[in-house]
Structure formats: structure tokens, C-alpha cells
């Protein structure tokens, strides 16, 4: 049962909380369900778990268009502008915005369809990986300031996908340097700027980022299984 999967992660995060005196409520588990067929999707909903994270824009549409129960569409994956408008009405939130570019182009979406705010986080890449998306560290604060004077973009916080290793404790330190980041961009109190989203950790190691601070972990093969990357 994917209910089943989906608590012993709730569990993992419990006893991750506790061992740094954090309280689980302040952590939400995004079920990443891409790949997932939607009856899958389905069987989590009707247990009430509400949040499901998306790669690609054109599998959310789809997926939010058939879905017979409303639930929060987190867009995870890189997002290109072109694709803005299929997406900026049916997601709770964007993860992955990395440009001025691209915040740019969902403003002036949200802007068309009369929407009062469109909540995205700022993706970073403190491991400095080619194969990543996501703005280096030290030219965050300066992006994040530019999409401040946005009408319709509210940067909510910060998201980072770190390094793939097998020892969950090596990501420790990027996890650990994200949350310092989250808190010196809070202290400087950016007008239209919070720092309450911080969505990092995977399946092999959100229990290390949630004892670092995470708020959102972003969790799929620990919840659904393996993914079959061949649809």
C-alpha cells in the first residue's frame, strides 16, 4: 500500500525532528509522482495527502486536468519560459525558479490572467554541478532583489537539489550552507521576500536535510518505487 510508504516517511521525518528539536508539522512531504500513473496519485488523495510534486509541465497538466480530487501541484522541475502559461494557474508552487528571465515571463502570465500572486522558490546550486539548474550562491541575494519588485512573483524561499551520493551525511554541509543562505536573505527584510520555504532533501537523504532545517522534502521513489523512465 502507498499509504504505507508514505507514513514510514512521515515517521523518518518524526524521529529526524526530534532529533533536532524541530516540530514535524513544520515539515511537508511533497510526493514526487512524476512518471506515476494517476491512480496512484489517486490512491494517496483519497488518504488525504494533498501535496504532489511534478517534473515536467506538460505530465502536471495532464495529470491536473484528469485527477477527480483537487490537490496541490508543486512544479519541481526546470521550467522554460515557453511553458509558463500552461502551468503558472494550476500549481501551489514553483521550486525551480533560477532567473530573472524566467520570473519575468511568470509575471506577466499571472499578470493575463489576473492573478494576484504566483509563489515560487529560488533554485540553488551550492554543489556548483554543470549537470544542475539552479543560481550560485553568491548571486542569489542580487536575483532575489530584482524579483522582489515583481507584482506578481512572491518569492516564498530557497530550493536546492543537492548531489546524488550514497552517504546521506556528504550533502549534510550543503544543507547546513542553504539554511545560513535562507537566514542572512531573511535578516536583510527584502520588501515582498520571505524566507519560510526551504525544499531540499530526496529520498536517499531528506532525513539529514530536515535535521538541517528543510521544510519541504521532495520524496518519489521512497513513496511510488522506482520510477520507469521509458514513458
Known amino acids: 500500500m502507498l499509504i504505507d510508504q508514505y507514513n514510514k516517511v ?11 528539536g524541530r516540530d514535524p508539522r513544520d ?15 489517486e490512491e494517496l488523495r483519497k488518504e488525504k ?9 506538460q505530465e502536471l497538466k495532464e495529470k491536473y486536468e484528469k485527477i477527480s480530487w483537487p490537490v496541490r501541484w508543486h512544479l519541481i522541475g526546470h521550467l522554460q519560459t515557453n511553458k509558463v ?12 525558479v533560477d532567473s ?28 556548483h554541478e554543470d549537470t544542475k539548474f539552479g543560481l550560485a550562491p553568491e548571486e542569489t541575494e542580487d536575483v532575489i532583489r530584482e524579483i522582489a519588485s515583481m507584482e506578481h512573483v512572491k518569492v516564498k524561499g530557497l530550493m536546492q537539489i543537492a548531489p ?27 520588501d515582498n521576500v520571505d524566507m519560510s520555504i526551504l525544499s531540499m532533501g530526496m529520498t536517499n537523504d531528506y532525513e539529514v536535510a530536515v535535521e538541517e532545517g528543510a521544510t519541504m522534502i521532495r520524496v518519489g521513489t521512497g513513496i511510488f518505487g522506482e520510477r520507469n523512465y521509458s514513458i
Do not use: W
Open 10 to 20: 512521515k515517521e523518518n521525518v518524526k524521529k529526524a525532528c526530534q532529533k533536532a
Open 27 to 41: 515539515v511537508t512531504i511533497i510526493a514526487v509522482s512524476k512518471t506515476k500513473p494517476l491512480e496512484m496519485i
Open 49 to 57: 495527502v494533498m501535496d504532489f510534486g511534478e517534473n515536467k509541465v
Open 85 to 96: 502559461k500552461y502551468i503558472v494557474d494550476k500549481v501551489a508552487l514553483i521550486h525551480s
Open 100 to 127: 530573472v528571465h524566467l520570473a519575468k515571463q511568470i509575471d506577466k502570465e499571472a499578470a493575463k490572467r489576473q492573478m494576484k500572486e504566483v509563489p515560487v522558490l529560488i533554485q540553488v546550486n551550492f554543489a
Open 164 to 190: 546524488f551520493v550514497d552517504d546521506p551525511e556528504e550533502n549534510r554541509k550543503y544543507f547546513r550552507a542553504m539554511k545560513q543562505l535562507s537566514v542572512d536573505i531573511e535578516n536583510k527584510k527584502i
